[in-house]
């Protein structure tokens, strides 16, 4: 045990930047958008690299990894298996969280929101645009289901490459879902935790397409 990180013993002071309501868009969108292109170019291996919270119809929450794969004034797009664990989840509750941890930069986003699945067409263009292997994938996996063992899914994927010999249509039950924000809460890291915390909440809207935004500081 003598080479055990001491959790108790890291101490990171956060000092690379502050935060101020009079700093932000008004747009939590753009807001999102500037401090995600900053975050891109530090170089991370996948930028879009989140934590979807979601809870399910008897109130227990989970999360899991996930990849942003579109942002815009609609809200967060990622796709995944409408079966799965997640899918089931964000259909009955139809409700999530987003999480984006940059810790390089001393910040961290969090969005909450409604969610929608996006349009057959939006999900057909983007299953297009993936790997081969990805597709096959995409039917070979019942994806949170109990699976015996490796040979099974292997097999699985055998199957569906033959049946499949030239384009892989999408399978109905892989997705994407958009995450509306209701809000959206910006951290920066400040000496002695007394850090910035600066909060969208969607207060209405001014009519379609135009939210009213509400933008407070929060206690650290
Ligand atoms: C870096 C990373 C990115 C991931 N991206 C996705 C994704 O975009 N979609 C997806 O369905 N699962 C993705 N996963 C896998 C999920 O974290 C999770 O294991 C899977 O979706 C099953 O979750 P569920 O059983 O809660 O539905 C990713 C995992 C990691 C570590």
Request: hydrophobic share 35%; no cysteine; aromatic share 10%.
């Given at each position: 045990?003598?080479?055990?990180?001491e959790?108790?013993s890291i101490r990171?002071q956060y000092?690379?930047?502050g935060l101020d309501?009079s700093?932000?868009?008004?747009?939590?969108?753009?807001?999102f958008r500037s401090?995600?292109?900053?975050?891109?170019?530090?170089?991370p291996?996948?930028?879009?690299?989140?934590?979807?919270?979601?809870?399910?119809?008897?109130?227990w929450?989970a999360?899991?990894?996930v990849?942003?794969?579109?942002?815009d004034?609609?809200?967060f797009?990622?796709?995944?298996n409408?079966?799965?664990?997640k899918?089931?989840?964000?259909d009955a509750m139809r409700?999530?969280s987003l999480?984006?941890?940059w810790h390089?930069?001393?910040?961290?986003v969090?969005?909450?929101?409604g969610?929608d699945r996006?349009?057959?067409e939006?999900?057909?263009?983007?299953f297009?645009?993936r790997?081969r292997?990805?597709q096959?994938?995409a039917?070979?996996?019942d994806?949170?289901a109990?699976?015996?063992d490796?040979v099974t899914?292997?097999?699985r994927?055998?199957e569906i490459?033959?049946q499949?010999q030239?384009d892989?249509?999408r399978?109905p039950h892989?997705?994407?879902?958009?995450v509306q924000?209701?809000?959206?809460?910006?951290?920066?890291g400040?000496?002695s935790?007394?850090?910035?915390?600066?909060?969208?909440?969607?207060?209405?809207s001014?009519?379609?397409?135009?939210p009213?935004?509400?933008?407070?500081r929060?206690a650290?």
């Amino acid at each position: 045990m003598d080479d055990a990180v001491e959790l108790e013993s890291i101490r990171h002071q956060y000092e690379q930047a502050g935060l101020d309501v009079s700093d932000v868009d008004p747009d939590p969108i753009v807001q999102f958008r500037s401090w995600f292109d900053a975050w891109a170019a530090t170089g991370p291996r996948d930028p879009g690299l989140m934590v979807l919270a979601t809870v399910d119809d008897e109130g227990w929450p989970a999360s899991r990894a996930v990849l942003l794969r579109g942002l815009d004034d609609r809200g967060f797009v990622f796709y995944t298996n409408h079966t799965s664990d997640k899918g089931r989840a964000l259909d009955a509750m139809r409700r999530a969280s987003l999480s984006f941890v940059w810790h390089d930069l001393e910040r961290q986003v969090r969005v909450v929101g409604g969610v929608d699945r996006v349009s057959d067409e939006e999900s057909d263009a983007y299953f297009a645009s993936r790997p081969r292997g990805s597709q096959v994938g995409a039917w070979a996996s019942d994806q949170s289901a109990v699976l015996p063992d490796r040979v099974t899914l292997d097999e699985r994927v055998a199957e569906i490459d033959r049946q499949y010999q030239g384009d892989v249509p999408r399978p109905p039950h892989w997705g994407g879902y958009r995450v509306q924000p209701r809000e959206i809460e910006f951290w920066q890291g400040r000496p002695s935790r007394l850090h910035d915390r600066v909060r969208y909440r969607r207060a209405g809207s001014a009519g379609p397409g135009s939210p009213v935004w509400v933008i407070e500081r929060l206690a650290p």
